[in-house]
Every structure is written in structure tokens, then in C-alpha cells.
């Protein structure tokens, strides 16, 4: 950019699940410095950093009134600065999606952004620019991006949609194709390729809804601050494991093209040993009381436990952490 003569000023404190603070001050440096264009770089978090970043600097009001389950999506209007995404992981998605995930940390929650607005103008993916990533958040970017395409398959938010299920369906066969390549030899620029695309894929099979699995991810992610992926390994294993009677046929499939498995369960199982994650909340410093009241937690997510297949009781949701636990 500097070579073709583009100023540029370079906002680099994002952090992870970027709070509405954040935001504030990166559009009043926005402002300041007449900016006239966004690029966001990075992992999912720089990216909504970006989009919602365009939405500050050109929108009035607080953030919070542009919350989509408030009606604020409306209120979003055709107005933004031209963004380009440029992802560095494979996993969110969000370059290719209407979302973006805020914290709030007066209400302590994450919030969601959604708006047809927020879709860059251009998204540059390029799987070379993703070879360095570290083989850990290799495996939890690609988790995510797994989490996305079984959730979206088979969540009642849109229960018939050709499209999102089609993209759901091809990252699931990708995933299983390429991520443990990808963790095995991050400079596998075939296996990284295929994650990039799963991750798209992922991105928009999720708009067809998502379940159990990430209001687990979110609570999580809320409570003790794991990176959104980590705490994607427990919400996915605990979303086949909860709906793995009423979604038994959609799971076949699925599970056919991860592993060629039976079932999801086993299929999820056989991956998770392939990219040797330990499944331990124990080893994550949560202490086994708290099973109940991430349970109660993940259980008033409303959104994603709405549109769940089984939409499970809390002490469903906590038998399954305590599968998880040790
Ligand atoms: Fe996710």
C-alpha cells in the first residue's frame, strides 16, 4: 500500500473478543487521522474489530442499539467506509459473513452485530498467509470452523435452506480432508487451502442457525476467557452428544465425510485423537462446581438454544460437561 502511495495508520491493540471500548477508540483514531477506508488483518477478532469499526465511524448512537436480537439490525444502513478482510486463520468465517461478535462488558456478555452492511467489499484469503499459524490454533480455528457447519446443518433457526446446508455439508468434507494435515505440517499448502475454504464454509452455514454447542462456546468464552476455538471443542463434542438422537440421519452424513464413521459422536471422537486435544475442563483451572452454573448460563442463551434440535435441560447440558470434565 505504501508503495502505491496509500497512507495508512495502523491500529494494533485489538484484543480477543473485542469489547465496546475498543471499538470507540479505534473510530475516534479513525476520525482524528481522516481515515477513509478500513483493512482489517487478522484472526476473527481483528476482522469485527474492522466491520463494526466501519459501523462506529459511520453510524450514530450507542453500539448496543444495533444489538440483533434488539430489532437493531434495521437501523444499520448502506453508509459504511469500503473494508477490505484480510483473515490470518482459518476458523471464523467472519470474512465472508453479515456478523460480528462484541463484548459488553457492563452486561457481561458478547453481543451480536448482523447486517447484509457488514460483508467487506473484498475478502483477500490467501492460505499462504495462514502456513505460519501455530498448530494449536490451527486445530482450535478448525474446530470452530467444524462447530459452524454441524450446528448450521442441522439448527431449526432456517430448517430448509439448499444453500447454507450445501456449505455445511462441503466444510465438513474438508475439514476432514485437510485439518489434521494442516496441524501436522502447517506449510501444507493443499490441507491449508482447504481449511481457508472450510472456513468460508462454516461462515455462511451458520447463518442457517446454530444450537447448544456455542451457547457452551460462549459461556465459556465469557466466563473464563478461553479463546472462542478452545471452548469450540466442548460446545461441539457436547452439540453431537446432546442431539445425537434426534438429528441420528443428518449426522450419518456428516459423519461419513469427516472420518468415514458411523456416527457423529465417534466420527468427532477419532478427529479429536487425530489433533490430540485433551477434552479436560479440569485441566483448564475450572473447578468441577461450576459445571452447574456454566450449564445454567449456556441454558439462557437464548438465541442459540431456541434453534437447538433438542433444545436439552440444564442438567442434561451439565451431564454432558461432566463427561468432559476429567
Ligand atoms: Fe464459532
Redesign the pocket.
Known sequence: LKKAGVELVIFSEVEPDPPIELIEKAGKLYKETGCDGIIGFGG?SSLDTAKTVGLRVSHGGHLREYEGIVGGSGKIKPIFPPTVLIPTTS???SEVNPCAVLTDKERDLKFILMSNHFIPKLAVIDPLITSTMPPSLTVESGI??L??CVEGYVSLATPYHPYYETMAVYGVKLIGRSLARAYRNGEDIEARTDMCMAAMC?GLA?LKG?GVG?AI?HTLGAHYHLP??RA?MF?LMSFVKINRDKCREPFKDLAFLLNRSEDMVTALKGLYADLEINLSLKALGIPREDLKKIAFFASRDAVNMATDPTTPSEKMIEAVLAEMYD
Do not use: K
Request: net charge negative; glycine share 36%; charged share 5%.
Open positions: 476473527g476458523g471464523t468465517g470452530d470452523a462447530a459452524h462454516g451458520f446454530l456455542h462456546t472462542h476455538g469450540a460446545g
